[in-house]
């Protein structure tokens, strides 16, 4: 039996034309009979780094009775030359959060993966204090199980004040043994 949270997560691979770029996560988000690919918008496109993909690759699970099947899934980033992804915001401006939807119709018929949903996010009336646990599940330096394609979980910790952002930049921090590739890996309460 497979915990549902490890197939929340998919890695994520960009590239520039042919060319692959670098590896991260992401998560899948279901809104509104919508399913959107989540992770960090530095992944989507971080100019000082001149890091500019213009297209990313997901792995996908393709046949629930044998996990070993997978399927690497395209996602242009623009189309025109305008950006088909979102960035995320919240009451002070831009997070370091994106989102694209995926064409439900291109995906294999058979694809496993679980979503998370509204009633899966943050609400406000909830205290998340610091030091709280938390879970991150994601392909650290591309790391992960490559004959199930799984990814790996790593423990954490809330490290800074939860909603306040920290040094008025777009996040708050955790204390985690993270390595690149974990950019954009859901982060969980435990």
Not at 4 to 20: D, E, H, K, N, P
Request: glycine share 8%.
């Amino acid at each position: 039996m497979i915990e549902s949270l490890l197939l929340t997560a998919t890695r994520v691979i960009t590239f520039q034309q042919q060319r692959q770029l670098t590896n991260a996560s992401g998560f899948f988000f279901e809104r509104d009979g919508h399913l959107f690919l989540v992770t960090s918008r530095h992944v989507m496109l971080d100019v000082p780094s001149r890091h500019q993909p213009d297209r990313i690759e997901i792995e996908l699970h393709i046949d629930p009775e044998n996990m070993v099947q997978s399927s690497a899934f395209s996602i242009p980033l623009y189309r025109n030359g305008k950006r088909l992804w979102r960035q995320g915001t919240d009451s002070a401006g831009g997070i370091d959060v994106a989102v694209i939807e995926i064409e439900r119709a291109a995906l294999p018929e058979t694809v496993v993966y679980r979503a998370f949903t509204p009633e899966h996010l943050y609400s406000p009336s909830e205290q998340i204090e610091v030091g709280a646990r938390l879970v991150m599940v994601g392909f650290p330096l591309g790391f992960h199980d490559t004959l199930h394609h799984m990814p790996v979980a790593r423990r954490a910790a809330v490290a800074s004040s939860f909603g306040l952002r920290f040094q008025g930049k777009g996040y708050f921090l955790t204390d985690a043994r993270t390595h690149r590739g974990t950019s954009g890996a859901p982060v969980v309460p435990r």
